[in-house]
């Protein structure tokens, strides 16, 4: 009899694992994480020498400090993701010398959640709604231009804009402009629809990859051998991470690169 208790014992305890095991840690809704490709660290470009780099970066640390930031975060992103240490007085030395003004910022325009077009054409976001709050507390106008922010250095050179914040990842090969210290990280992933049977990039092999034109996604699978020769079709896309979506929805494709925190925004 204890045999038989200990053997239904055991098989209770066996089942149990197994049924966390298929539990995916991975799963994001309907959305499986293949693989994580490449951790960035985001950050903000600026003239070289440029005094806007250190006001914008102080009013960020206000913000930081008044936890408007990480509401903003949590809004957007589901965390508080925010890597900038708070001060509520990195202004006030500065404050009263800043003169009224519009600052032009370029950001991707189909990277949503950090930035991109809502459904009604206009640039929105976590990134494009910091910027505006630090405006507000500037007491500054705002300009939004969508670019190629993998130009950051010819935008911000030329005039185009006064800096590139909006999915734009430090890079230290950027020697001709200023970059503001890093405020949040993000994660590029493989992703599949949940039960697509795929669990690693091996498992692509006679299918069909889709990414975006973005820089970034585009880099990320130039330097990955193994993704790149997998599929049998690989398609890049206009219309940012909202289109590649829209294809893996719609069964246009296998598998998708994206951001990790665009998938709880599309879910």
């Known amino acids: 009899m204890k045999k038989l208790k200990r053997s239904a014992a055991l098989a209770l305890v066996l089942g149990l694992i197994i049924s966390l095991c298929g ?3 991975n799963e994001v809704g309907k959305y499986q994480i293949v693989d994580r490709l490449q951790n ?6 600026f003239r070289s020498g440029d005094k806007v780099g250190t006001i914008v970066t102080s009013a960020l640390e206000e913000l930081e400090a008044s936890g408007k930031l990480r509401e903003l975060s949590i809004k957007w992103l589901g965390e508080d993701v925010s890597m900038l240490s708070g001060d509520d007085s990195a202004l006030d030395l500065i404050l009263p010398s800043i003169e009224p003004r519009t600052l032009i910022v370029g950001c991707d325009g189909g990277r949503l959640p950090f930035s991109g077009a809502d459904e009604n054409g206009e640039l929105t976001g976590f990134d ?9 507390l500037l007491g500054w106008q705002l300009k939004l231009i969508a670019i190629d922010v993998s130009e950051a250095e010819v935008e911000l050179n030329s005039g185009n804009v006064d800096c590139v914040w909006g999915g734009f990842a430090y890079d230290a090969s950027y020697t001709q402009i200023d970059l ?3 405020y949040m990280k993000n994660t590029i992933v493989l992703v599949s629809l949940s039960g697509s049977g795929i669990r690693s990039a091996r498992g692509l092999s006679g299918k069909a990859l889709t990414l975006s034109e ?5 880099a990320v699978l130039d330097a990955n051998e193994t993704l790149k020769n ?3 079709i690989i398609n890049r896309i206009p219309g940012g991470t909202a289109a590649c979506i829209d294809s893996l929805n719609n069964e246009g494709c296998d598998a998708i690169i994206a951001d990790i925190y ?3 925004y599309y879910r």
Do not use: T
């Not at 960035?40 to 470009?45: A, E, M, P, R, V």
């Not at 973005?214 to 585009?218: D, S």
């Open 230 to 232: 997998r599929p049998s």
């Open 262 to 264: 665009s998938l709880d």
């Open 40 to 45: 960035q660290s985001f950050c903000i470009g």
């Open 180 to 182: 503001s210290p890093v």
């Open 128 to 136: 494009v709604e910091l910027a505006r709050e630090v405006c507000k």
């Open 214 to 218: 973005n820089c970034y996604f585009n």
């Open 23 to 25: 539990c995916s840690l």
